[in-house]
């Protein structure tokens, strides 16, 4: 199929990416707000997702594309932020007619970051409103940006040893074929470089000079962690391939790999992993190969979402050892 070459998550055409937070209570929200419909399926892996018709994305269901997607902190709270993306797209006319009106179709999940800085403060349907003004803009960041906002890793021994995460997109081509992520990391577990297996954030040691394995003492710390720590990594890849929804949910399942291969320990009874994909269907492609590069650009996107984080709210982040 040719070389792979690196572009902008905005390259891909038929999307807009935007992003909205509140910096000094530590969370915010991040939409993907399509310009058709978009074929979507989902993988849902963690034990705890905070979600928003996810159902739709059944190939049972008689759902054929959705309007918008919505990542979110807030925990549960933050779905509320749906209701600013459903009112965005209604003013633009996107959605399903119904009579007179017009309902879209929206999907989402939720991190918890009600622990972050203060939980009293979660993602409301305003903020999702400026979420998807912002898409307008068609800017790329990553790190303490949207539903990244309140992100952190390596919380198995509580907030008080954790790092600071964020939000990561990365983005392939492949000859005609382009597949992208976006993502944002808040494990439980230790984050490690994918093609070095280096760790590169999460629990950090009793000077905080360091890291130490999660995964190491995983039996006795995640029995302690499962007192104090809600935990969620939630994205989505976005490929021009054109793919049904079964092909998409399949898509969706070799995504999570990528998971795997970058956080360790992953999909817990304390996690809400959840990674959504979704097709704007323009070039032929299979599931397969799709698939195979969006484990790819996910693990790539989960690397750049805590490398590109900052120190803030007492947590120190990957730049602090660099």
């Known amino acids: 199929m040719g070389e792979w070459k690196e572009i902008s998550l905005h390259d891909i055409k038929g999307i807009k990416i935007g992003h909205a937070q509140d910096e000094e209570n530590g969370t915010g929200c991040t939409v993907v707000i399509c310009d058709d419909k978009a074929i979507c399926g989902v993988d849902v892996r ?39 993306v459903m009112k965005y797209l209604e003013e633009k006319g996107k959605g399903i007619k119904v009579g007179k009106e017009i309902v879209p ?18 993602p409301d349907a305003k903020m999702g409103y400026d979420a998807c003004l912002d898409s307008e803009k068609h800017i790329e960041r990553n790190g303490n940006v949207g539903a990244g906002m309140g992100a952190t890793v390596g919380k198995i021994h509580g907030d008080g040893h954790a790092m600071k995460s964020g939000l990561g997109c990365y983005a392939v081509q492949i000859g005609s074929l382009k597949v992208g992520a976006i993502v944002v990391v808040n494990a439980i577990g230790d984050v490690f470089e994918m093609d070095s297996n280096k760790q590169i954030a999460g629990l950090l040691n009793g000077k905080k000079d360091g890291m130490l394995s999660s995964e190491l003492e995983a039996v006795k710390l995640l029995q302690l962690a499962s007192k104090f720590s809600f935990n969620t990594t939630i994205g989505a890849i976005i490929t021009n391939a054109k793919l ?33 994909a979704l097709a704007t269907g323009k070039i032929k492609s299979s599931p397969d190969v799709v698939g195979t590069v969006a484990a790819h650009v996910l693990g790539k996107a989960v690397n750049r979402a805590v490398l590109e984080a900052d120190e803030i709210y007492g947590y120190k982040s990957a730049k602090s050892f660099i």
Do not use: W
């Open 46 to 84: 963690g034990g705890g997702p905070a979600s928003r018709e996810t159902e739709l994305l059944n190939p049972m269901m008689s759902n054929d594309g959705i309007n918008g997607l919505l990542l979110s902190g807030g925990s549960a709270y933050g779905l509320d932020a749906a209701g600013g």
């Open 105 to 122: 179709i929206v999907v989402g999940s939720c991190i918890f970051d009600l622990g972050c800085a203060n939980g009293k403060v979660r």
């Open 244 to 276: 049904d929804k079964a092909d998409m949910n399949k898509v969706a399942a070799m995504a999570s790999n990528g998971i795997a291969r970058t956080i360790r320990p992953v999909n817990t009874s304390m996690d809400g992993d959840s990674i959504y």
